[in-house]
């Protein structure tokens, strides 16, 4: 009995150290290191380093550089992840994310672990309730470490990709009082967090828009629509006129028989109502071009939203003199010539303090420079303040 007893422990014992070896054979072998910097935490860093010079080629390269090392390591892991996530392949962004959580022991691959997911969810968003993973992902990393500025700093990046620009303000103030990793860059994100505030976006589209780095005709259309709500604010200050005369009941007829204003290429733009609706109202340099397309996609200048602007002061103002009031006169910009087809437009909007220059140094305005959505957000915050209409 006991002899067979030990004859099963034997084998048990054999298997056992099969299973083992196995398992140590299978294991991909590990690269002896050719220098003291050829370590997974120096990859790692450099890695990191490239990943937010946007060098994703050069990134990955050094984060498979830490896994030959030690194809164990966490960090390395979510940092592929990183690089997958900010090149779009979400799915292997994903598992290699899942990767560097599985593999997170120590305190710090624990915490870099929870920030890249912060990270991939709020570039993805393939999750409904994305900003609330990225909520637990951040307690998880406070609970560990209350003064880890990464964890404040992205999740801030979060809250701005989410519309809660309070709680993002939030974030970033937490970072410059830590002043540890990410000032600078929190910093600019403060400031930036300020203007949208100021620039009160009330609806869900200005919130968007507010986000764009260029704003495109169609964003201008549904700027003028939503946030300044120039239809409201025509039918309140353009005067009804009454025509008494008579008229043909038939010919009447025709003539209340409004054919809908539209564009060739809006049929399936996400903001076609507004388009349509400006494109009814009438603003000057947003009208279709001659072939009746809209062209939502062409990216707007300064010059051009002034031209805009100046065209609904005008309207709504009933002050037709607006128009040439400036023309003669000395611009006092340097990169402005008074004979350039839109000097009148800019001098109306900058004399009102709507729109100023861009450089308090130089003066420039710089006509044709994009406009930024948040600018773009603020200068029609500064319309409707000058026209008293909120």
Not at 251 to 261: G, Y
Not at 267 to 274: G, I, R, S, V
Request: a positive charge; charged letters at 25%; hydrophobic letters at 40%.
């Amino acid at each position: 009995m006991f002899h067979g007893y030990r004859i099963n422990k034997a084998l048990s014992l054999l298997m056992l150290f099969t299973a083992v070896l196995l398992i140590v054979a299978c294991s991909p072998a590990a690269r002896v290191p050719v220098s003291q910097l050829d370590t997974p935490e120096h990859h790692v860093f450099t890695g990191m380093k490239l990943l937010d010079q946007e060098k994703y080629v050069d990134a990955q390269r050094e984060f498979d550089l830490a896994l030959q090392l030690d194809h164990k390591y966490s960090k390395a892991y979510t940092g592929i992840g990183l690089v997958k996530t900010y090149t779009a392949d979400f799915k292997r962004a994903g598992d290699n994310i899942e990767k560097g959580a599985k593999y997170a022991k120590a305190d710090d691959e624990i915490l870099f672990s929870k920030v890249g997911n912060i990270r991939y969810f709020t570039q993805s968003k393939l999750e409904k309730k994305w900003l609330k993973i990225c909520k637990d992902e951040f307690d998880d990393a406070v609970k560990i470490d209350p003064k880890y500025s990464a964890a404040y700093y992205f999740m801030g990046l979060a809250y701005k990709q989410g519309y809660e620009f309070n709680s993002a303000g939030q974030m970033f103030t937490k970072v410059l009082e830590i002043k540890t990793d990410y000032v600078g860059k929190a910093d600019s994100e403060w400031n930036f967090i300020q203007k949208v505030q100021r620039a009160m976006p009330g609806s869900v589209t200005g919130k968007q828009i507010a986000l764009v780095a260029r704003i495109t005709r169609a964003d201008a259309a549904a700027l003028f629509m939503e946030e300044l709500k120039i239809d409201v604010l025509y039918k309140k200050r353009t005067p009804k006129t009454f025509d008494t005369s008579f008229k043909d009941p038939e010919k009447a007829a025709q003539t209340a028989k409004k054919v809908k204003l539209t564009a060739n290429d809006i049929m399936d733009h996400p903001l076609k109502a507004n388009i349509e609706g400006i494109l009814e109202i009438g603003v000057r340099g947003l009208e279709n071009n001659p072939q009746g397309n809209f062209q939502p996609a062409e990216v707007l200048n300064r010059a051009e939203y002034a031209m805009m602007l100046e065209d609904v002061l005008i309207k709504v103002t009933g002050d037709n003199a607006l128009a040439t009031k400036f023309i003669g006169s000395t611009s006092p910009f340097p990169d402005l010539r008074p004979d350039l087809p839109y000097f009148n437009s800019v001098m109306v909007v900058t004399s009102r303090g709507i729109m100023q220059a861009t450089d308090m140094t130089s003066g420039e305005f710089a006509p044709l420079k994009p406009v930024a959505g948040v600018d773009a957000l603020l200068i029609i915050r500064k319309v409707k303040d000058e026209l008293n209409f909120n």
